[in-house]
């Protein structure tokens, strides 16, 4: 069968009850910062999606060969590409979901907060031609770190008098995807039927995996709840040291951004069962900003999933006391720089 004819299963918490038809290529998705290591896999799932119509990809380098080569894919979208600030409107008009990988990747050594000299600057200017040219769209923040981008992007917004916090989101896919996958592993599990929810931030010890919450229900030791945690809290560091001065994730990371693009262009073409964890602003806790699992609908956040919060194990509980200080320290980092540039 064609390509087009299929969907992508790319998450896979959609129950089999669930007997909704999706319609055809109706949306717009723009990719900023589409040239990129995660950019140009992200544009190809993308491509992929019966869901979209027309694909548009921005970065500040070419992306004409990029556009180019997708558009030979005979899936049903159009592929567009926009190179610099004075492309903005042409880009940015009429768009549904806007997805934003834009910004320098880690290297070795380097925490997610040692790139925020320069990715705050990133975040901001695209938010704020996002807030003048589509403010309905979905807003799909990659660029790191997560935890203060968030923050700035939603200030922008209120600068400019657009904000709907329902519909800004950092996309924290990656730490559900690897945790997933390593608890499959670790327990022998089905993949497909494994489902971690990850709660807090989107760094070090604000990725709290809730192991205690794993569909199917799983029993783990002590030392594997330690041990796993670890792991996925420190999944990205493997990533960049293995590439060695290459980059962070990319691959991983453009299939869960993919994910979390299907199941906002789900939400938004009427389909009422779809759910995924992200950073967005929240009441769950103390915390303004928070990562649980939300049911996205389509006006966005919909619904909070408050037992995320409820009934933790006693590690979980004091991990999430411990991440409390880093995370607030970066929402007030970020808070405070859009502040400062207003
Ligand atoms: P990359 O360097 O390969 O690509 C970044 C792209 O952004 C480049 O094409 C560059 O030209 C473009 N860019 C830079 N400034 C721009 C601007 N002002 N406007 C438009 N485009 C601009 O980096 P990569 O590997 O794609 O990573 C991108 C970001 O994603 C990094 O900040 C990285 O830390 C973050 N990331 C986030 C993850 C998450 O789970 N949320 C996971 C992995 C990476």
């Known amino acids: ?11 896979p918490r959609r129950k089999p009850a669930n007997h909704f038809q999706p319609r055809a290529s109706t949306f717009k998705v723009a990719i900023l910062g589409a040239a990129g290591g995660i950019g140009q896999p992200l544009a ?5 999606s019966p869901l979209v119509s027309s694909l548009h990809l921005y970065d500040i380098a070419s992306v004409k060969g990029v556009a180019a080569d997708l558009s030979h894919c005979n899936t049903p979208s159009k592929v567009l590409d926009f190179t610099g600030p004075s492309e903005f409107a042409n880009c940015l008009k009429g768009v549904d979901v806007v997805v934003i990988p834009a910004g320098v990747p880690r290297k070795p050594g380097m925490t997610r907060d040692d790139l925020f000299n320069i990715n705050a600057s990133i975040v901001k200017t695209l938010v704020e031609a996002v807030a003048v040219h589509c403010p309905d769209a979905f807003i799909l923040i990659i660029s790191n770190p997560v935890n203060s981008t968030v923050p700035i992007a939603a200030e922008v917004l209120k600068q400019k008098g657009v904000y709907d916090p329902k519909k800004l989101f950092g996309v924290t896919t990656l730490d559900v995807v690897r945790a997933n996958t390593f608890v499959a592993t670790k327990k022998n599990l089905k993949i497909i039927d494994v489902d971690v929810p990850v709660i807090g931030g989107h760094a070090g010890i604000t990725i709290l995996p809730l192991l205690s919450k794993v569909r199917p229900s799983v029993h783990f030791t002590d030392g594997e709840v330690q041990e796993l945690t670890a792991r996925i809290q420190n999944a990205g560091t493997e990533v960049v040291e293995a590439k060695a001065g290459a980059g962070s994730a990319t691959l991983s990371m453009a299939y869960a951004a993919a994910r979390f693009v299907e199941s906002s262009l789900r939400a938004l073409d009427g389909d009422n069962d779809v759910y995924e964890c992200s950073y967005v602003q929240s009441e769950l806790t103390d915390l303004p900003f928070f990562a649980s ?32 200080p880093e995370l607030k320290a970066s929402i007030e980092k970020g808070v405070s720089f859009a502040q400062k540039q207003a």
Do not use: C, P
């Not at 069968?1 to 998450?11: D, G, M, P, V, Y």
């Open 293 to 324: 699992r939300v049911k996205l609908g389509k006006n966005g956040v919909e619904a909070f999933v408050s037992s995320d919060v409820q009934g933790l194990s006693e590690f979980e509980t004091k991990a999430l006391d411990a991440l409390k």
């Open 1 to 11: 069968r064609a390509l087009h004819t299929t969907s992508l299963k790319l998450a």
């Open 44 to 48: 190809l799932l993308i491509k992929m």
